[in-house]
């Protein structure tokens, strides 16, 4: 049973923010969601903002993250991002706030706003938005 495990350690500049064994990941890459186990051929990817699923033996966690790129070796799995939140710790409020200037940002046309950022501001609230639902609405397996 032990090599249906392995370790995942999900990075940001500032801290670790998550460290265990687990059975299996599925993460955002910049061409669509991809899943991990232990074993897997090692391969260094670049990641999009997004959902982490992570199984562990009796549950299941899930993580709302920006960009970043992932390094996964056949027993460890290293997730280096931007930023990312446990879906526990989602602000509800402010990420309604943070889409909402967002979309104000994108819809007034204000000289000189950057509406590439103001796009991706968007889509990570949205996202973060989804990833909080995941512990009132879990997922059908």
């Keep these: 049973m032990e ?3 392995f ?3 999900i990075v940001t500049p500032l801290k670790i923010i998550y460290q265990d064994q687990v059975k299996h990941i599925r993460l955002p890459g910049v061409d669509g969601y ?4 232990a074993g897997h051929a090692p391969f260094v990817t670049s990641l999009a903002i997004g959902e982490i699923k992570v199984d562990l033996a009796n549950d299941t966690k899930y993580f709302a993250t920006s960009r970043g790129i992932v390094e996964v ?3 460890t799995t290293t997730i280096l991002v931007e930023t990312a939140e446990d879906a526990s710790q989602i602000d509800i409020e ?3 706030y943070a889409k909402e200037r967002a979309h104000r940002r994108m819809t007034e046309h204000v000289p ?3 509406i590439d950022r103001a796009k991706d501001a968007w889509f990570r609230a949205v996202n973060r938005l989804k990833i909080a639902r ?3 609405e879990p997922e059908s397996k």
């Design 134 to 136: 995941k512990l009132k």
């Design 7 to 9: 370790k995942l350690e």
């Design 3 to 5: 090599d249906k495990f």
């Design 94 to 96: 402010r990420a309604i």
């Design 34 to 37: 991809f899943g991990i186990m």
């Design 112 to 114: 000189g706003t950057d």
């Design 73 to 75: 070796l056949p027993h």
